[in-house]
């Protein structure tokens, strides 16, 4: 199973936009990039998922390389309530495969 | 709102006490999953149900009991618990069980063993 690395923390401000980074460099071919957010005390929740090149939502676009071995969530515009933990997944999404666990995440710090 | 709910959202119980926490997804989803997560860390995934049949349980101790009568069910049974299982304890589903199938989480029970 792929295993990914992302930074353990970043900070940033108010109206400025936030690409975090993750690592996947034994992703497989059949293998899909998943990110999720979480607050404190709530669940993690579902953001964004792609495969290649650029996916984009209501919430965060997801740029993913040609080679598929990292990927960035980007988040325009963070504002206070975007402080989280935020985790990046790659799995694969053939039936019967073994569900992941979350890693530590990386916890974004949004201020004034 | 997810569509996947908890209840309940807290609950203190002591060493000898019995509980169990339940977890209702009306997403139509064929999976259901308990994690917990202690303070300031990572999630830990408890048990895995795939359509009724329990398909991962990592290592979890025998005083964490889980059932599922249905898909869209999931019970986690607690008995003699000790204060180290104080944690927020989460459900949540997805459409498989596959490792890039979006899982959907509930609000968590925090839970206080004293």
């Known amino acids: 199973l792929a295993k990914t690395t992302q930074p353990i923390s970043m900070d940033s401000y108010e109206g400025q936009e936030v690409n975090i980074t993750c690592s996947h460099n034994n992703i497989a071919t059949n293998d899909y990039i998943t990110w999720y957010q979480q607050f404190p005390s709530q669940g993690p929740r579902f953001i964004i998922q792609?495969?290649?090149t650029k996916v984009t939502n209501e919430v965060a676009s997801l740029f993913i390389p040609a080679d598929r071995k990292s990927s960035t969530l980007s988040l325009p515009r963070v504002s206070l309530s975007d402080t989280a933990v935020y985790y990046c997944l790659v799995g694969d999404r053939n039936t019967g495969r073994r569900a992941l666990t979350f890693g530590s995440g990386t916890r974004l710090q949004v201020q004034p | 709102e997810t569509g996947v709910t908890q209840t309940p959202r807290h609950l203190v119980m002591g060493m000898t006490n019995k509980k169990s926490l339940k977890c209702e997804q009306h997403?139509?989803?064929?999976?259901m999953y308990w994690y917990k997560q202690s303070a300031k860390k990572p999630l830990e995934l408890m048990f895995v149900?795939?359509?009724?049949?329990?398909?991962e349980n990592n290592s979890v101790p025998s005083r964490f009991s889980p059932e599922c009568p249905n898909s869209s069910h999931l019970f986690l049974h607690l008995h003699t618990l000790q204060p180290e299982d104080s944690a927020l304890y989460l459900c949540?589903?997805?459409?498989?069980?596959?490792?890039?199938?979006?899982?959907?989480f509930g609000p968590g029970t925090r839970l206080t063993v004293l």
């Open positions: 949540a589903s997805s459409q498989e069980t596959s490792g890039g199938a979006p899982q959907y």
């Open positions: 149900y795939n359509f009724k049949e329990q398909t």
């Open positions: 997403l139509g989803h064929n999976a």
């Open positions: 792609g495969y290649k």
